[in-house]
């Protein structure tokens, strides 16, 4: 199959339109003409940047770079440093652009635009085809827990993945279109937003939405075109925006995510509110789509057509088959699940990553179930959980909420996480600096902790103050369950844990616990007040009620930190 020449289209009549561009149809025998010709004018090099921001623009720069002989360069960010990065080791390459404004120094730009190429070049069917050998593209990893590594794909690679894909979720009925939210450097976007229509016959529309009324707008255009099937491909972190915007949204026939996990409440309200069907792909740069589901009814994941996975003896997943061609051992840990007669049935629950799983105090979590349950607390926007650094005992957390105090988000989590997972720093910002892809690279989230302890050292820190605050413990609360069975009491950590917390959220460090007291036990529903009196920025004295009673009291040591902190 590698040494075959597959065409680069398939699926199409020569006057069906592959996609739009600007609201004019373009069909593929057009297309294939315009590609030809583009392809004749590109510079001889052996590498192209791809940063068309247009999808049919990209599309087209995408196969003339192919039938040139040329591989893609597919960066993870615009950013002019990660294009110099990524030159160095790619010295012989130029850029592909639709836009005046490209973030690079020193390379040879190329315009694309669909409409002028179209209209200067003749028709040609049948589709031209390229040699499935050849490496075709280079995408690169996201950044989010280390820098960006290139992999590379065959058009072989390529062509057999979105088979897989069509095998999983059906190939799209005639007369489909595809609307996507994810860029087309990132390895999703690429199969669902580039490879799908190439390789299927449903066409693209030019729309890339980000925000519900971009959604919405999408929506009117594909009705106008009589567009029978609309099916959209973004990212979990998207489609929560687009509910929160569009909670009755109808129009959608078929909804596929991925780059992180879907929230099962999620999945269920728009399967219900919108009346579309709504699945999930699991998968990663290398090896692209390796498994789906369906998250509204299952947790579970079933391989991709032709795929096998399998657990390594350090407990990591390995999947092999199908359209890889090799097999491919990831960072994920699965738990395959067993069928009645013991043997395994294929599906597999996700644990999680290397990177995602933490364990403090013996106990383990995720940390994007983490942030699933900020999520779930009313009036935040998003969320990341995070380790501040190797070896901390602590995590860290940034989260938007505009209408939310840091107290009340942390009493909110109280109830949701364990105390040991509780977030030390929290940290308030406007908007979390994802990628486009919704992903955090670790320089990003640096730099975005680093701005907010800017913004907290610049304001002025009291010496003297008295803070209050009232709340409870809940009786399912994860921490009480054998602690003193039958006549549960709250351990005497979290009492401190939540004078540690509110301290924080005043912008100051614990340093030393001077004197406690435990003068009366504390039952779980029970009323609490927790009085701070600070003195001279350093000392504070410290008081719990229960019920009007005083439980415990206590001297500290503190120092006044950044904000957030």
């Not at 360069?73 to 990524?86: E, H, V």
């Not at 005992?393 to 989260?399: D, E, N, P, S, T």
């Not at 680093?450 to 009232?470: H, I, N, Y």
Request: net charge neutral; with cysteine.
């Amino acid at each position: 199959m590698a040494l075959d020449r597959i065409a680069i289209l398939d699926g199409f009549g020569p006057d069906d339109v592959l996609s739009w561009h600007r609201g004019r149809p373009v069909a593929a025998a057009p297309f294939c003409g315009a590609a030809q010709r583009l392809a004749a004018r590109l510079p001889a090099a052996r590498y192209a940047f791809n940063l068309c921001e247009e999808t049919p623009n990209f599309l087209l720069g995408s196969v003339a770079a192919l039938l040139a002989g040329q591989t893609l360069l597919m960066p993870p960010s615009r950013l002019a440093q990660s294009l110099a990065d990524i030159r160095l080791s790619h010295p012989d390459s130029y850029c592909l652009t639709d836009s005046e404004a490209v973030p690079t120094e020193a390379a040879l730009c190329v315009g694309v635009d669909v409409a002028s190429e179209v209209d200067a070049s003749q028709p040609e069917w049948p589709p031209p085809a390229a040699d499935g050998a050849h490496v075709a593209a280079v995408l690169f990893t996201s950044g989010s827990t280390r820098a960006p590594w290139p992999h590379a794909k065959t058009w072989s690679e390529l062509v057999t993945g979105t088979r897989t894909l069509m095998a999983s979720f059906g190939r799209p009925p005639s007369g489909t279109g595809i609307v996507g939210t994810v860029a087309p450097q990132h390895m999703f976007g690429f199969e669902t937003t580039v490879m799908l229509p190439l390789q299927s016959g449903a066409a693209v529309l030019e729309a890339r939405p980000a925000y519900p009324a971009d959604l919405a707008e999408a929506l009117a255009v594909a009705t106008r075109r009589n567009i029978g099937t609309l099916w959209l491909m973004t990212t979990p972190l998207q489609l929560r925006a687009f509910y929160r915007g569009l909670p009755t949204l109808r129009g959608l026939h078929r909804i596929i995510t991925a780059t992180m996990p879907l929230a099962r409440d999620l999945a269920q309200d728009v399967e219900r509110d919108w009346e579309v069907r709504l699945e999930e792909i699991f998968g990663c740069t290398e090896g692209g789509i390796l498994a789906t589901r369906r998250p509204a009814e299952t947790p579970m994941w079933t391989p991709a057509v032709g795929l096998e996975f399998s657990v390594d003896a350090d407990g990591s997943a390995r999947v092999k088959g199908g359209h890889l061609p090799r097999p491919l051992s990831l960072s994920d840990r699965i738990r395959l699940v067993e069928s009645p007669a013991g043997a395994t049935s294929g599906a597999f629950e996700l644990v999680g990553r290397d990177e995602d799983v933490v364990k403090i105090a013996g106990k383990r979590a995720s940390l994007s179930g983490l942030a699933d349950q900020a999520l779930s607390i009313a009036g935040v926007r998003d969320a990341v959980f995070f380790v501040p650094e190797p070896g901390s005992v602590r995590l860290g957390a940034i989260l938007v909420a505009p209408e939310r105090s840091l107290a009340d988000l942390r009493a909110e989590l109280a109830r949701r996480i364990d105390a040991a997972f509780l977030p030390r720093p929290m940290v308030l910002v406007e908007a979390i600096a994802r990628d486009p892809n919704g992903k955090l690279p670790r320089a990003a989230l640096e730099k975005m902790l680093g701005a907010a302890s800017t913004s907290r050292a610049q304001a002025p820190a009291p010496q003297d103050a008295v803070l209050e605050r009232a709340w409870s413990v809940p009786a399912d609360h994860p921490a009480l369950p054998g602690h003193f069975p039958g006549r549960p009491i709250v351990p005497g950590v979290m009492l401190l844990d939540a004078v540690e917390a509110m301290l924080a959220d005043h912008g100051y460090r614990l340093r030393e616990c001077m004197q406690v007291k435990f003068i009366a036990p504390v039952p779980p529903i029970s009323p609490l007040t927790l009085r701070l009196e600070i003195s001279g920025g350093r000392r504070v004295r410290f008081l719990i009620r229960s019920a009007g009673e005083t439980a415990v009291t206590g001297v500290l040591r503190c120092t006044r930190v950044e904000a957030n902190a």
